[in-house]
């Protein structure tokens, strides 16, 4: 559904975008990460037609965006940073002027009403946006993105400045959106990103550093596993074997768990996984293993792991 294939963006000598290159599928919500200055926007406003390529291609649905740009942008929904709404109009008023502004050919009041109760709008429809709260302001910023059922959302930092219902409710709505729409998802709350998104593609001094599922981002960081196992055995002679285990740089005993098992913390060379010889060296001595524990970083962990590896020294880029 979308296609980001070798995309730069230079502004002189500085380089915004580096070579950047993804695809999201049909049906697919992606999180967009990256620290303040890292591509992001500048990847979306290219992605959106706001910004041209200095080189390669973003297609939407098959269709370059610079080749032919209006249907190109039939086919997004975008919620940037800042909503772009007149305060001045009431909410009705607003929808109403964006179905005229993307010269959608839905039937007018069915659409604007059924956006409406998706997005929960109903109690404040005829109230002045001006008027409105800051999460109430977001839902609006969502409704205009949504006008004309274009199959790609993208949305940039959706929940910022929210408070944590706020940000709860709006993250639902992205999830149920996600079931009918193609999702991009830019924003700093890595909760938000394993809570709702298939894919996470990390950005990073313009470039692409990491593009996984979600449940496999921990692969795109080098390093050495940590695991503990819970093993009854004699705890001189389980720890000796676990250090004869390939693959196995280091084990130590860290406690009883009950009266008849010890706590391991075993740790493995780089990008081994050692979970199936230290079964089968266990099992060869009949010592029981009753638990085990990956010890994996969480999300904050790859982020800063990603971003700070290959940009030590580097200035940041807008």
Same mark, same amino acid.
């Given at each position: ?39 992001? %926007? ?37 919620? !940037? ?21 993307? %010269? ?45 059922? !274009? ?6 930092? !959706? ?38 998104? $298939? ?5 990073? $001094? ?27 055995? !004699? ?25 008849? %098992? ?38 904050? $962990? ?17």
């Amino acid at each position: 559904m979308i296609e980001i294939n070798g995309v730069t963006k230079r502004y002189g000598e500085k380089v915004a975008a580096d070579n950047v290159t993804f695809t999201v599928k049909e049906g697919e919500i992606m999180g967009f990460l990256g620290p303040n200055g890292a591509g992001k %926007s500048t990847t979306l406003n290219i992605l959106t037609g706001y910004l041209s390529a200095t080189e390669g291609s973003a297609k939407i649905d098959g269709i370059d965006i610079l080749e032919n740009p209006l249907e190109a942008k039939k086919k997004i929904g975008f919620l !940037p940073e800042q909503p772009p709404l007149y305060m001045d109009m009431t909410v009705k008023e607003y929808l109403n002027f964006v179905y005229d502004l993307k %010269s959608c050919k839905l039937d007018r009041d069915r659409h604007i009403r059924e956006i409406s109760a998706v997005v929960k709008l109903d109690d404040v429809f005829n109230r002045v946006i001006r008027n409105l709260s800051k999460g109430y302001k977001q839902r609006v910023g969502i409704a205009q993105a949504l006008i004309g059922n !274009p199959p790609v959302l993208i949305f940039d930092e !959706p929940t910022v400045g929210l408070d944590p219902k706020q940000i709860i409710e709006i993250r639902n709505l992205i999830k149920k959106l996600g079931k009918e729409h193609t999702v991009i998802l830019s924003t700093h709350i890595l909760p938000e990103v394993q809570a709702i998104c $298939d894919r996470i593609v990390v950005i990073n $001094d313009g470039k692409i550093v990491a593009n996984e599922r979600t449940e496999n981002i921990a692969r795109a960081v080098e390093g050495k596993r940590r695991m503990t196992f819970h093993i009854c055995g !004699p705890q001189n002679d389980v720890l000796k074997a676990l250090k004869a285990v390939p693959g196995v740089s280091y084990a130590e005993a860290i406690g009883s768990r009950d009266a008849d %098992s010890t706590a391991y913390l075993i740790e493995s060379e780089e990008n081994l996984d050692v979970r199936k010889s230290i079964f089968y060296a266990m099992a060869e001595k009949r010592w029981p293993i009753i638990g085990m524990d990956v010890m994996g970083m969480d999300l904050e $962990d790859i982020f800063i792991a990603l971003t700070t590896k290959k940009s030590a020294g580097k200035g940041g880029r807008k």
